[in-house]
Nanobody, 115 residues
Framework: QVHLVESGGGLAQPGGSLRLSCVASGSIFSFNGMGWYRQAPGKERELVARILSGGSTNYADSVKGRFTISSENAKNTVSLQMNSLKPEDTAVYYC?????????WGQGTQVTVSS
């Protein structure tokens, strides 16, 4: 059984920063990739950023240059540093882990950007 636990969400002002972290526990020997998705009210869940086991990264165009994803493979942890936050970044952020053909999700953490 694999569990993902996110932390670090909350309220930030426009232009501010937040850091999200996700720790994966369970029978994990190696993973294909970990990433962050988000879902705003009334919208579909969308990819924010992901990092593959080899270290390559992908970002949504809307967050490039503002968000940075990183991982500590030995600790099965992925983090998302979010800078220059905008109100449109407001959403529930979900951690995702891909293990072979299996995809696991965290419970989500709320990020609200408002003055």
């Amino acid at each position: 059984q694999v569990h993902l636990v996110e932390s670090g969400g909350g309220l930030a002002q426009p232009g501010g920063s937040l850091r999200l972290s996700c720790v994966a526990s369970g029978s994990i020997f190696s993973f294909n990739g970990m990433g962050w998705y988000r879902q705003a009210p009334g919208k579909e869940r969308e990819l924010v950023a992901r990092i593959l086991s080899g270290g390559s990264t992908n970002y949504a165009d809307s967050v490039k240059g503002r968000f940075t994803i990183s991982s500590e493979n030995a600790k099965n942890t992925v983090s998302l540093q979010m800078n220059s936050l905008k109100p449109e970044d407001t959403a529930v952020y979900y951690c995702q882990l891909v293990l072979g053909v299996f995809v696991y999700w965290g419970q989500g953490t709320q990020v609200t950007v408002s003055s």
